[in-house]
């Protein structure tokens, strides 16, 4: 009797083990039965959320920097478990606005459904069939969406809450604007080589020696890549592709509005409720101090939410004749129009205008030359490729196609002819010796083939070669010393209280320069330096492109104007971003408190199952 109970309970152990196992059978996928990835106190993760989220970040890395990404990528860099941790973190919030009671009504959600572009119909409107089938297409359904929006709310109501009231220390923005919008008014000449007494001498051959021994990246010749290739564009084949008479009338009936404009207004229309307002509003731009635009703004408007664009009279409506017989500038109405009764601002008369298909043929054959031609080299790719795939060389494809054959010495950063090609310079670069030709595609809609030939290394050139331009490098070498070395002299003479003009120099005076302030014709660190300086000093710096040397006297240091428009921006900005950080990291704080209190359950299979999903 005890044998038979042992061996029922240990089939019943197999059982339980079995069903566990069932259990787990099809959470490899999403498509299994594993639906959420986790818990965070009461509120579950889906399976859905992560999916999105991480293929969101994904996508988000790919647009900046024009390369996909593979999920091996992703988790090397660690958007996996950002994205994990940002939510786990959102979902801690839900649950402490869940048990603080915080939720928002159905009034809301309603309001932030129907704000979704996506889900309305063709008429502009809220569709719910639009509805129901996008949030299908995305896994999720209606009622899942407006709870996650429920709590989106709920969420953001407990963020300002948190965040409310965060004010940046007044002291430490006042003192970043005084930092940053600190004045100085200096003076500053420029000092080229035609201010030397004489020319540097010529250098010596130890001199030429030294300079090419120390430099030999300098005169060092690129890597030389020796290649043949065939190419075909729609301009090599322009002239031989007969365009009908008939397709170019057609074609330019086709464009018609390109070539035929009727007379246009470009016109700014301002909507009143009532025929009365509009009225009284018309009659006061008499009155000193008011315009248009301060009619605009008394609407709570911008010109953007006025302005129409061009339009011909019949788009006007009734209002047609009556803008139509204003001039540029004149504000006309009430007039009568769809919205009510609005003023009508001329902000410009465009004559009609009429480019007759005699004017225009050329233009049109050219852009059907060129369609055909590119559809004659598509259909000829298919026989190209062929020819390739059967051994055919580049000189067999001159003979058998339209292709023309070519060499070329091609180096890195070459960009003439062929070479002009983006697609021809990638190929070019990462071609082999020994490969076998493949056809390419330019951007124009023509192909090409190449085969690299040789390769020859870079390499130091023979000073014999590049003699002249070694001494060119010196002699500029020295003409800068020289002029840096004259304009350390000038600074001096200045310093003791010479001035600029007395001294054969052309002074300029730049009042009121910022940190941020740019010096056109200065060395990039012209501005950091001045600052450096103390009021009073002389200083002589290397000089820009165009000058070799400059002289610069700082003569006043000023704190930020009161009252200026620009510095009041600059406190408010500053305060902004100082409260938008310190709001972030209480918000960060907060979260982090509450999270450390919250059970936080992940299920590493159904992690694993959405990471399979995308491989």
Do not use: C
Not at 162 to 186: H, K, N, Q, T, W
Not at 224 to 247: F, K
Not at 400 to 426: C, H, K, N, Q, V
């Amino acid at each position: 009797m005890a044998t038979r109970k042992g061996n029922r309970v240990f089939v019943w152990i197999i059982l339980i083990l079995l069903f566990v196992g069932l259990i787990g059978f099809g959470a490899t996928g999403l498509s299994g039965h594993v639906t959420r990835l986790g818990t965070v106190g009461d509120k579950e993760i889906p399976v859905q959320d992560y999916a999105t989220a991480l293929q969101r970040q994904m996508r988000a890395f790919e647009a900046q920097t024009g390369q996909s990404m593979s999920l091996a990528q992703a988790q090397g860099l660690g958007l996996d478990q950002a994205v994990l941790a940002q939510l786990v973190t959102d979902r801690v919030m839900d649950d402490e606005a869940g048990d603080l009671g915080l939720s928002v009504g159905d009034a809301r959600v309603r309001d932030q459904v129907l704000q979704v572009q996506a889900f309305r119909g063709l008429d502009g409107q809220f569709d719910r069939d639009a509805y129901r089938e996008a949030l299908s297409r995305n896994g999720t359904s209606v009622a899942d969406f407006e709870t996650s929006l429920r709590e989106q709310e709920a969420r953001s109501l407990l963020q300002g809450a948190v965040i409310g009231g965060v004010a940046a220390p007044s002291a430490y923005a006042e003192a970043m604007v005084e930092f940053l919008m600190e004045r100085r008014d200096i003076t500053w000449a420029p000092l080229t080589a035609d201010a030397l007494a004489e020319d540097p001498a010529a250098p010596t051959d130890a001199e030429i020696q030294a300079r090419y021994e120390a430099a030999p990246e300098a005169y060092t010749a690129p890597e030389v890549r020796n290649i043949t290739y065939a190419w075909l564009t729609p301009e090599m084949l322009g002239d031989s592709v007969e365009v009908d008479e008939a397709q170019l009338r057609e074609l330019y009936q086709q464009r018609i509005s390109d070539y035929v404009q009727e007379e246009r207004r470009l016109v700014e229309r301002l909507v009143y409720p009532s025929e009365e307002a509009a009225t009284a509003a018309l009659a006061t731009l008499g009155e000193p101090g008011t315009d248009f635009e301060t009619l605009v703004e008394a609407r709570g408007l911008d010109l953007a939410a006025v302005d129409l664009g061009d339009l011909a009279k019949a788009d006007l409506g009734a209002a047609g004749d009556a803008v139509f017989a204003a001039a540029a500038g004149d504000v006309v109405g009430p007039l009568e129009t769809s919205l009510g009764p609005a003023l009508f601002r001329v902000n410009a008369v465009l004559a009609a205008e009429e480019i007759p298909f005699e004017q225009a043929r050329a233009d049109l054959q050219a852009e059907l030359a060129q369609a055909r031609a590119r559809r004659m080299i598509q259909d000829a790719s298919e026989q190209i490729t062929d020819l390739l795939a059967g051994g055919a060389s580049l000189e067999d494809l001159a003979e058998r196609s339209d292709m023309e054959l070519g060499s070329i010495e091609w180096t890195e950063g070459d960009a003439e002819g062929i070479a002009a090609y983006a697609p021809f310079r990638d190929a070019a670069l990462a071609a082999k010796e020994g490969d076998f030709p493949e056809l390419g595609e330019f951007e124009d809609g023509g192909v090409f083939a190449l085969r690299l030939d040789g390769v020859t290394a870079p390499a130091v050139q023979p000073l014999d070669e590049v003699r002249d331009r070694v001494i060119a490098d010196l002699l500029d070498a020295a003409t800068d010393a020289a002029v840096l070395q004259l304009a350390e002299d000038l600074a001096g003479q200045i310093a003791d209280g010479a001035s600029f003009a007395d001294l054969g120099l052309a002074p300029r005076q730049v009042p009121n320069l910022t940190r941020r302030d740019f010096v056109e014709a200065t060395p990039t660190d012209f501005v950091a330096q001045v600052y450096q300086m103390d009021s009073g000093a002389v200083r002589a710096l290397p000089g820009s492109d165009q000058a070799g040397a400059v002289i610069v006297r700082l003569d006043k240091i000023a704190p930020p104007a009161k009252g200026d428009p620009a510095v009041e921006a600059e406190l408010k900005s500053i305060e902004e971003r100082i409260a938008a950080g310190m709001a972030q990291d209480l918000y960060a704080a907060f979260a982090g408190e509450v999270q450390s209190d919250t059970e936080i359950r992940i299920d590493d299979a159904a992690v694993q199952a959405v990471h399979n999903s995308f491989r």
